[in-house]
């Protein structure tokens, strides 16, 4: 009596973890087929105003020629506090960089992902102070996830260059250089007119990304076990879902050109924290070279990834490996 109990509460089980792994199937089917025009970009463009003036400016996009050198990409959520001192060094870096060479032009967007505090009155006294053209905010009005503010940013950004950046200043901005002299070198090998490659960069597709990965061995020893174990888990779902390559998808810092942008952010679908490990898989499919490259990082108090936002991760990911893989998500190679 006591094994016919034993044997029936077994099938029990395994009938309601086979019902829950189809209802799972079907669910990430159906979300997957729900997001397969999130890469169309309807929505109108966002208003660029200048708080000295209270004009408004001409709002650029990713198909336009380059006006700046380099743009920088800032997402910031609930930032109020960490923002500020990000900004003052990334601000004092450009501006000193743009004093010794006069072909050094940049511009930061700051994207205001539907905070809560004083994130937007941060960033428009950065306008004040820096000018328009210096310094831009776009404001989601809602939390729409991080991806979805770098996707963003990158769509209405003028650089030839354009890197993503984090509000927290956890990598140091003159590793920049390091990204872009890896670019510049792999477009020069792939630049085979004689014109100027300054000029020719922007239509050169290349990516860089910065990477944490040296960094492992010191974090493994001090972060606590079951968050090794989380990680260690995700890392093994971000390689069957965009294959080996790239140590480290999610670090904060990553360089594209403007042509490498412009074939990833009109394509990306997910939103929030596992977009990252999406460029990635797009970047192999569009075969852009990808670079990675060590940067100094530090760890900053305040950061808002949690094993809620794990969870978070691998429910996109199966999202997105489902959705390219059976064709729900196609991909566009539009040029202009």
Same mark, same amino acid.
């Given at each position: ?133 210096? =310094? *831009?905010?776009?404001?989601? @009005? ?6 979805? $503010?770098? %996707? #963003?940013?990158?769509?209405?950004? !003028? ?86 390559? =790239? *140590?480290?998808?999610?670090? @904060? ?6 042509? $490498?942008? %412009? #074939?990833?952010?009109?394509?990306? !679908? ?67």
């Amino acid at each position: 009596m006591e094994t016919w109990g034993w044997s029936t509460m077994l099938q029990f089980t395994l009938i309601l973890a086979l019902v829950f792994g189809l209802g799972l199937a079907v669910a990430i089917v159906i979300e997957s087929f729900r997001r397969r025009f999130n890469h169309s970009h309807l929505e109108a463009h966002p208003i660029f105003e200048d708080p000295n003036s209270l004009k408004q400016v001409n709002c650029p996009y990713i198909y336009d020629p380059a006006e700046k050198y380099i743009s920088l990409i800032v997402p910031a959520y609930n930032e109020e506090l960490r923002l500020p001192g990000a900004l003052d060094e990334t601000m004092n870096y450009l501006q000193e960089r743009a004093g010794k060479d006069q072909s050094f032009t940049y511009e930061v967007i700051i994207v205001d992902d539907g905070s809560k505090d004083g994130t937007k009155r941060v960033a428009f006294d950065f306008v004040r102070r820096y000018k328009v053209d210096n =310094v *831009r905010v776009v404001l989601l @009005g809602k939390n729409q996830g991080k991806g979805e $503010a770098i %996707r #963003k940013g990158m769509l209405h950004s !003028r650089g030839k260059l354009l890197l993503m950046l984090d509000a927290d200043g956890a990598t140091k901005v003159d590793d920049m250089e390091k990204l872009e002299n890896q670019i510049l070198a792999v477009a020069k090998v792939k630049h085979q007119s004689a014109g100027d490659l300054s000029e020719a960069i922007q239509d050169i597709p290349v990516v860089a990304f910065g990477s944490r990965a040296h960094l492992e061995k010191k974090a493994l020893a001090t972060r606590k076990w079951y968050r090794n174990l989380l990680m260690k888990g995700f890392h093994v779902v971000v390689l069957l879902t965009a294959g080996p390559g =790239v *140590r480290d998808t999610q670090c @904060g810092f990553k360089m594209f050109t403007r042509a $490498a942008a %412009r #074939k990833l952010f009109t394509n990306i !679908r997910l939103k929030r924290w596992c977009f990252d490990v999406e460029l990635v898989y797009l970047s192999k499919y569009f075969k852009i070279p990808i670079i990675e490259i060590s940067v100094t990082w530090s760890e900053i108090p305040g950061s808002k990834v949690s094993a809620l936002s794990i969870l978070n991760m691998l429910w996109e990911m199966s999202l997105m490996s489902v959705g390219y893989r059976i064709g729900i998500w196609k991909i566009s190679n539009r040029e202009s």
